[in-house]
């Protein structure tokens, strides 16, 4: 395979293991500090909206993250890590579903907001990029 394909393959896994460590080690630490409790407690509409909150700033980096270590057209390597969230925030609703963990508009919502997320993410790394470039050119 070609070397750039591997730099897209990894910048998109980067991106997928950055937002599953993140936002684990915030679970981690909302856990330790009592404000999410055990397994056996479903979340509120509250604690939904929390995590929902700090997800969809963790999804923004993993995008922003991407589009960083992408060989080519961040944009479009940031978009495709909302995919990749689509399909697994979908697998999340469906195995989730009758669990009873918490509110159903809260899977739901990070399987609508993986592209937007992601998509702004990559979207500041090509700002970025653009800002740099006269300076480059300079």
């Known amino acids: 395979m070609k070397k750039s394909l591997w730099k897209s393959v990894w910048a998109v ?4 293991l950055g937002i599953i460590i993140a936002t684990t080690l915030v679970d ?3 856990h330790m500090a009592g404000i999410f409790k055990g397994p056996q407690e479903p979340l509120t509409d509250a604690l939904a909206l929390l995590a929902s909150s700090y997800r969809l700033v963790i999804g923004v980096a993993g995008g922003y993250l991407t589009a960083k270590l992408a060989p080519d057209r961040p944009l479009w ?3 495709i890590l ?3 969230g689509v ?11 009758d669990l009873g963990l918490g509110p159903r508009w ?3 919502s990070l399987v ?7 998509w702004l993410g990559g979207r500041l790394r090509e700002r970025q990029v653009q800002k740099a470039a006269p300076a ?3």
């Not at 896994?13 to 997928?16: E, R």
């Not at 609508?112 to 992601?118: N, T």
């Open 13 to 16: 896994i980067a991106g997928v």
């Open 28 to 30: 981690i630490v909302l």
């Open 77 to 79: 390597h940031a978009l």
């Open 82 to 84: 909302g995919y990749v």
């Open 87 to 97: 399909a697994l925030g979908l697998a999340g609703v469906i195995a989730t579903w």
């Open 106 to 108: 809260y899977p739901i």
């Open 112 to 118: 609508v907001l993986a592209i937007p997320q992601c």
């Open 136 to 138: 480059i050119a300079s």
